[in-house]
């Protein structure tokens, strides 16, 4: 997994957060939730993560999204709500690795580890505080709490 800048936001909707990503200057057809693009990194197979928070200083939220090589939205997940309420997110990039990136978002001490695995399968089990947008769906991506500096 590597770092890239290609994407952007562009068409911001307003007060419900959300805004269209577009690909080297142009937009694309995946409307996102968010409207700070905090980082991006590309995967050995072309797929590229994206995640983005609400700018919120009181209800702030994390959104993650997958996307194919086509630019459309493969898998999407979110945390927010019990970690949010009354604390805003900073997002602290600690490590990356081929197919996994560990941070820390919210001012509770905990490092999570979001992985992108190549099979998609039903995964119903996150950390509290997370979800998936499409609940009752295959996955490719992952997420758990970790120890800080370790698996």
């Known amino acids: 997994m590597r770092p890239v800048t290609r994407y952007s936001l562009v068409n911001f909707g307003g007060s419900n957060q959300r805004a269209v990503l577009a690909r080297d200057s142009r937009a694309v057809t995946a ?3 968010g409207v700070i693009l905090e980082a991006q990194f590309e995967l050995s197979d072309g797929c590229v993560l994206i995640l ?3 700018d919120s200083p009181y209800d702030e939220g994390l959104h993650v999204y997958l996307l194919e090589q086509d ?7 979110e945390a927010g ?3 949010g309420m009354g ?13 996994w990136v560990e941070f820390e978002f919210f001012l509770n001490g905990s490092v999570y580890r979001l992985e992108v ?20 769906s295959r996955h490719r991506l992952m997420v758990r709490a970790v120890q ?4």
Do not use: C, H
């Open 31 to 33: 409307e996102v939730e």
């Open 52 to 54: 983005m928070t609400d």
């Open 71 to 77: 630019d459309s939205i493969e898998d999407a997940l």
């Open 81 to 83: 709500a019990i970690f």
């Open 87 to 99: 604390s805003p997110g900073i997002l602290k990039i600690a490590k990356t690795g081929m197919d």
């Open 117 to 136: 695995v190549r099979q998609a399968r039903l995964r119903l089990r996150l950390p509290m505080g997370w979800r998936y947008k499409k609940l009752l």
């Open 148 to 151: 800080k500096g370790g698996n």
